[in-house]
């Protein structure tokens, strides 16, 4: 059994009373993009050195190891955007692949990590009130209409990982999301450009190893 926990007006208590889905845990390894500069895919792959966890409070999944699932065109499109910016350290767009354990994952496609991760924004809003600290906000870039800087969010899921430590005792290993971006696919449409799939990894024992990205082999079906 796990322990969940929601807030109260009496405070935090724990769902001792709720067992734990069979669909909550994703035993399956995945496969995700990592894009940077290609100086750092060498290395990685050489073994001289380890991706390094983003700490930024703007990061859109708290801070961790970030991948894009299963894209390596997406994780191509964002070391291009990188190159572009000033002082950027991505000179050489490229991508390096990994293959992922989720482990104990805070998968925000689940309704019930949905449901902890409100309950953390609601414990973040009292904080702030209680500390006279202003409250984060998500906020745009140039001419962009999509929330690049997510202050809010990251804010709130790293208030849902002290949350998660102090009553289960137990780190979560990844977080996991969908996110809606980019301008429509066409007029109308529910669908963006660059709708995509991110993993936040937080354990670097999830990662169990990485690869260089193939080309298909057109002699073959893609199985």
Known sequence: MQAFWIKTGTGLHILDNMDESLYSRRSN??????????SVVEKVIAGKTELIASTNDYDWLGHGIYFWENNELRALQYANDMMGRAHSS???????GAIIDLGYCMDLTDSLYLGELKESYNVLVETCRVT?????????IGISEDKLLRRLDCAVIETAHQINREVSGREFDSVK???WEGVELYPDAGFREKNHIQICVRNPNCI??????RKLDMNYINP
């Open 177 to 179: 999301g969908v996110f």
């Open 208 to 213: 169990k190893g990485f690869f260089l990205p």
């Open 90 to 96: 991505v000179k050489c767009p490229a991508v390096i």
């Open 29 to 38: 390894l995945v496969i995700g993009f990592h894009g940077c500069d290609r």
């Open 132 to 140: 006279g600290i202003s409250l984060p906000t998500n906020s745009t």
